[in-house]
């Protein structure tokens, strides 16, 4: 079983939509936990981190469930430019290891 | 200025070659990493070195092996290469701390192996 699981996807949207995307995770040793952005041919880059008390970035919003080990990012009124591979990530303070999901793939359709 | 560079961008060799791959970093963070990212995009860590000292070293091949001369820089060296190693290998650093964790990455090596 892999350390961390998503639903690869395609989600296929329209613009303005709303999109949301899970994540589960196996070691529950996990400390960190966060989403990454990464766009085709290109590095993964921040999105946002998640806390425990879920966290609010504009349009995206991410939620954790510690006792279900679970992660959640939800995207409002989705942008042409939201089209991207979005990557859950959990870590590790005492060495700073970072174990990364396989990616959610997501487009936005005019 | 670029905050994580890596040289080259694009890499092809023939099977059985050594190359290297350099990563700079210029974001004073203490600790640095190798990911592979095969054809399917998952993206897995190999090795990661805090201020020149190994701390991770997952499942990899002993043809790969990483130098740090000093925090700022971490190669990776890999000898004898096979058709599998064809993949994008990506740099990255971070700080220590549990506010600090964000990696920041370089822009990938694609490397492809005939």
């Known amino acids: 079983r892999k350390e961390v699981e998503q639903d690869p996807g395609p989600f296929n949207v329209p613009e303005g939509a709303t999109v949301a995307f899970n994540c589960t995770y196996s070691n529950s040793a996990s400390q960190s936990f966060f989403w990454y952005r990464q766009d085709c041919r290109k590095e993964p880059k921040l999105l946002m981190s998640v806390y425990s008390s879920g966290n609010e970035d504009g349009r995206f919003t991410a939620q954790l469930n510690r006792a279900s080990q679970y992660i959640s990012l939800l995207i409002r009124d989705s942008k042409l430019s939201d089209s991207a591979t979005y990557l859950c990530v959990v870590g590790y303070y005492n060495n700073n290891d970072m174990r990364f999901g396989a990616g959610t793939r997501l487009t936005v359709k005019p | 200025d670029t905050a994580v560079s890596q040289t080259p961008k694009y890499l092809v060799t023939q099977m059985g070659n050594d190359k290297s791959i350099k990563c700079e970093q210029n974001?004073?963070?203490?600790?640095m990493y190798w990911y592979k990212q095969d054809s399917k995009k998952f993206l897995k860590i190999m090795f990661s070195y805090n201020n020149k000292e190994l701390i991770i070293n997952e499942t990899v091949p002993n043809r790969f092996s990483p130098k740090s001369p000093d925090k700022a820089h971490l190669n990776l060296h890999i000898n004898s290469l096979e058709l599998g190693d064809s993949a994008v290998y990506f740099c990255?650093?971070?700080?220590?701390?549990?506010?600090?964790?964000?990696?920041?990455f370089g822009p990938g090596t694609r490397l492809l192996v005939l």
């Open positions: 990255a650093s971070s700080q220590e701390g549990r506010e600090l964790m964000t990696q920041y």
């Open positions: 974001l004073g963070h203490d600790t």
